[in-house]
C-alpha cells in the first residue's frame, strides 16, 4: 500500500524544498474559497478539487475565474460533489476541499516525472516537451513522446546527463538547461529524501523569467518508510484510502485486495510473491495478498486473518509460513486461532509450517481447536487449497 499525497499537500513539501509552486490556499466551504481569493488578489484564479486522482481538469474538477465571488461559486460547485474522473473509476471520488491559486501563465508547458523502474530497481526520469492533463492520450496517439534516463538508485546526475535532456525537451538557451538540471537534481534530493515512489510535475511551467513552477505536482510516499517520516503520516488522507488495506497498514500487514477465492497468509514477500506464483500455476484464484510483517503481534495476525474470514469470496485459507527469529510459527498461529474464535466462520484452512517454532505452532492449533489441513511442502498445500476452494461453493 502507497500513501498517495494531494496536490496541495505535494506542493507544500516542494515549496519547502525550494521548488517553485503557484501562490494557494486550501478551502473547505465556498466561504473560504472566496476569502482565500481575496487574499490572492490576482487577475486569474484557479479554483482545483482536491481528490486523490488525476483527470480533474477534464472532468470540470478545475476552473479559472476572475473574481473572487466567481471563486466561491465555482467551489460550490465542487465541494461535497463526486467527481468521476477516468483515474477514480465509475464510483468517483467525494471532494472534501479545494485548492485556490493563482493561475499560472506559462511561457510554455513541460512533463516531468520521477518514479521508480520495477525491472530495474533504478529512479527513472521521464521528461517531455509538453505538459498537459491528456498526456496520457497524447503519449498513445503519437502526439507527444517522453524522454527517459535513469538515476540509478539516487546517484546525481552528471551536468552534461542533465544538460542533454534540457536540450532533447527543447528547452535552447544554456541559461534554461543549467535551471533545468538545477531543478532536476533539486527533485532528485526531495525524492530520495522523502522515500517517494512517485513524483509528477505535470505541466512544469517555464516562466518568463526563465524559472520553473510546478504547477501540478503528485506524491506518493513508499508506505514502508513512513517509520522514518512520522511528520508525512499525518497527510494520509484516510477517506481516500481502501478501508480494508489501511486496517491492515496499521496493523502490521501488507494487504492487497484480489478477486480470487483463496485467503492467503504469508511471512515476507518474497515468499508470498513465490506462493502467488503457484497458486496460479495450480489454477487457482488467490482472494489478496497478505504478507505478515515480522513486527506484527498475535493480535495483528489476528486482524489480518479476520479481514480474510469476512471476505464471503474466501473458500478456502492458505497459510504459508517460514517462521524466522522475529516470527516464530506459533505468533501466526495464535492469530489465526482467535480470529476463528471471534468470526465463528468455518472454513478449510490449509497450512505449511516450516522453521522457528513449527511443532508447537500445531500445538496451539489443537489448543484452539483449529482443524487444519497440514502439509509437508508448499507445493501440496497449494493445490489442497485450490482444490478445498473449487470445493467448497461456486463463487469465483
Known amino acids: 500500500m502507497a500513501m498517495k499525497l494531494h496536490e496541495f499537500q505535494s506542493k507544500a513539501l516542494l515549496s519547502a524544498r525550494g521548488i517553485g509552486v503557484p501562490e494557494g490556499r486550501v478551502a473547505l466551504t465556498a466561504a473560504e474559497a472566496r476569502a482565500a481569493a481575496e487574499v490572492l488578489c490576482v487577475a486569474k484564479i484557479a479554483v482545483k478539487s482536491q481528490i486523490l486522482a488525476g483527470g480533474r481538469g477534464l472532468a470540470g474538477g478545475v476552473q479559472l475565474v476572475s473574481t473572487p465571488e466567481q471563486a466561491g461559486v465555482a467551489a460550490a460547485s465542487m465541494l461535497g460533489r463526486t467527481l468521476v474522473t477516468e483515474q477514480t473509476g465509475p464510483a468517483g471520488s467525494r471532494v472534501n476541499r479545494v485548492l485556490i491559486e493563482a493561475a499560472v501563465h506559462p511561457v510554455r508547458s513541460l512533463y516531468l516525472s520521477l518514479s521508480i523502474d520495477i525491472a530495474s530497481a533504478e529512479i527513472m526520469v521521464l521528461a517531455g516537451a509538453e505538459g498537459s492533463e491528456d498526456i ?46 538545477q531543478l532536476l537534481d533539486q527533485l532528485r534530493r526531495i525524492f530520495v529524501e522523502l522515500d517517494a515512489t512517485l513524483l509528477e510535475i505535470n505541466p512544469l511551467a517555464v516562466t518568463e523569467q526563465g524559472g520553473f513552477v510546478a504547477v501540478d505536482a503528485k506524491m506518493i510516499i513508499d508506505d514502508n518508510a513512513l517509520f522514518r517520516h512520522p511528520e508525512l503520516v499525518a497527510l494520509r488522507d484516510e477517506h481516500d484510502d481502501d478501508a480494508v488495506e489501511l486496517v491492515a ?39 489478496n495478498f497478505m504478507d505478515i510483517r515480522t513486527t506484527a503481534t498475535s493480535l495483528d495476525v489476528a486482524h489480518g486473518f479476520t479481514l480474510l474470514l469476512n471476505n464471503p469470496a474466501v473458500r478456502s485459507i492458505l497459510v504459508n509460513v517460514h517462521g524466522g ?72
Open 325 to 396: 527469529g522475529m516470527q516464530p510459527c506459533d505468533t501466526i498461529a495464535d492469530g489465526l486461532g482467535i480470529a476463528m474464535r471471534r468470526t465463528g466462520r468455518t472454513c478449510p484452512v490449509i497450512v505449511r509450517l516450516a522453521g522457528n517454532n513449527a511443532e508447537y505452532a500445531r500445538f496451539r492449533f489443537a489448543n484452539f481447536g483449529c482443524k487444519v489441513i497440514d502439509c509437508p511442502d508448499m507445493w501440496t498445500a497449494v493445490t489442497r487449497a485450490t482444490s478445498a476452494a473449487q470445493s467448497n461453493g461456486e463463487r469465483p
Open 249 to 287: 497498514q496499521n496493523r502490521q500487514l501488507n494487504y492487497l485486495r484480489m478477486d480470487g477465492n483463496i485467503g492467503l497468509a504469508v511471512n515476507g514477500a518474497g515468499l508470498g510473491l513465490a506462493t502467488l506464483d503457484m497458486v496460479y500455476a495450480a489454477k487457482g484464484k488467490p482472494a
Open 136 to 181: 496520457e492520450r497524447r503519449l498513445q496517439s503519437g502526439e507527444t513522446r517522453l524522454e527517459r534516463i535513469s538515476m540509478g538508485t539516487g546517484d546525481a546526475l552528471a551536468e552534461d546527463v542533465a544538460i542533454n535532456l534540457a536540450k532533447r525537451i527543447g528547452l535552447g538557451s544554456s541559461d534554461l538547461q543549467s535551471a533545468f538540471a
